[in-house]
């Protein structure tokens, strides 16, 4: 398959066409040059980094190998000791501290609710909602939330 176009135009255009392809094709070449002096300078850092950063490389033996399994009494602690967390503030979920003011109130509404606790409306209206659909809750005739007991 072959495609032709062709079109007309004066010499001073093509002339001026001409010259900048020609400049367009000088300056990809110079930053074909320049990307390439980077990347021969680039790996010679990088093959200088290796030789000087890496330590000879020898296999160890069977004794080593063992010596460095880790007993139990010097493995890793977990993060959760019992002193961790005696020492952290237990976080409690919105659910949690939406029910224990409801709860400690003996009857609020939700803008109060809002006030107290900063969520916006819509986080108040789902944890009211999981709260009555557990039955923990209900909405009393004048509005307020109570706790069932």
């Known amino acids: 398959m072959k495609i032709e176009i062709k079109f007309e135009i004066d010499k001073d255009s093509q002339e ?5 392809l020609n400049k367009v094709a000088e300056n ?13 300078k ?3 850092e990088k093959d ?7 330590p000879p490389i020898s296999t160890p033996k069977k004794e080593q190998k ?3 399994v880790l007993s139990p009494s010097t493995k890793p602690k977990s993060s959760k000791t019992s002193k961790n967390r005696a020492n952290s503030k237990k976080k409690r979920s919105a659910t949690d ?28 209206a789902d944890v009211v909602y999981r709260l009555k659909k ?13 706790a069932v007991e």
């Open 42 to 44: 680039s790996e010679d």
């Open 97 to 124: 501290h939406i029910f224990n003011l409801i709860k400690k109130s003996g009857g609020i509404n939700v803008e109060d609710l809002k006030n107290t606790t900063g969520f916006n409306a819509k986080k108040i």
């Open 16 to 20: 001026l066409i001409q010259s900048t």
């Open 134 to 146: 557990v039955g923990k809750i209900q909405k009393r005739d004048d509005g307020l939330y109570v």
């Open 48 to 54: 200088a980094d290796i030789k000087s950063e890496s």
């Open 66 to 68: 063992a010596e460095t």
């Open 28 to 40: 990809i070449s110079n930053f074909v040059q320049l990307v390439e002096k980077f990347n021969l």
